[in-house]
């Protein structure tokens, strides 16, 4: 079936303002993580999701960012008041479970940047 | 918190040589997955190593985990201009939660 997708490919916005990134992920998948990559760097986790609710959300950097699953497929994750520092790519994966030893498979990203 | 080091960070081959990328944990992982990242793109899995001393392969990609679990390793026989990409392991830790923490990745260029 179709693989994960994210929605918007891109999003330009200025400081301060409210935005919103979208996770679909493979069909039947129980388990939707959430990554951020700035350039250069590997993926860093950020928060996931067994079902409808949030199983670790250690990797949150702040409480500007909130990510809801509320159906337990697709998932939104939330940056207020932007900064020029949350410009990066966001990833988003799902897995069949969320189990340690689960192939974990990546969307294409949104790719945020704040002027 | 965990971390996985990943060396080289950057790597130019000429085509039709071999590359390796290591990772390592100072910890013992539960397991270590390699993703393929190309240029633009998203990070595409390849393989997951379970097992002590796995060795796996596909084609011309050879993974091993050590005896220890603590590092990995990822060669690349005859490299082509395909391969170009970066390189990421990524580890997960026993009672550390299911999330991948990566390494910085090894970004691969191919001199045709």
């Known amino acids: 079936g179709a693989g994960v997708s994210q929605t918007p490919s891109n999003k330009v916005t200025e400081k301060g303002k409210y935005v919103e990134l979208r996770c679909d992920p493979i069909?039947?998948?129980?388990?939707l993580y959430w990554y951020r990559q700035s350039l250069g760097q590997g993926p860093e986790f950020l928060i996931y999701?067994?079902?409808?609710?949030?199983?670790?959300d250690s990797g949150l950097p702040n409480d500007r960012f909130f990510a809801v699953r509320p159906e337990g497929s697709v998932s939104t994750l939330k940056i207020q008041r932007t900064e020029r520092g949350d410009s990066a790519v966001y990833l988003c994966?799902?897995?069949?479970?969320?189990?340690?030893?689960?192939?974990?498979?990546f969307g294409p990203g949104t790719r945020l940047l704040v002027l | 918190g965990q971390q996985v080091m990943q060396i080289p960070q950057y790597q130019h081959v000429q085509e039709g040589e071999d590359f390796t990328t290591y990772c390592n944990s100072s910890t013992t992982l539960s397991n270590i997955q390699w993703y393929k990242q190309r240029p633009g793109g998203h990070p595409v899995f390849l393989i997951q190593l379970v097992k002590s001393g796995e060795v796996k392969k596909q084609k011309r990609l050879t993974f091993q985990f050590g005896e220890a679990k603590k590092n990995s390793s990822l060669h690349i026989t005859a490299t082509q201009t395909t391969d170009v990409g970066t390189y990421f392991c990524a580890g997960r830790w026993n009672n550390a939660g299911n999330m991948l923490t990566f390494g910085g990745g090894t970004r691969l260029m191919v001199k045709p």
């Open positions: 999701f067994q079902g409808t609710g949030a199983a670790d």
């Open positions: 069909s039947g998948h129980t388990a």
């Open positions: 994966a799902s897995s069949l479970y969320a189990a340690s030893s689960e192939t974990q498979y």
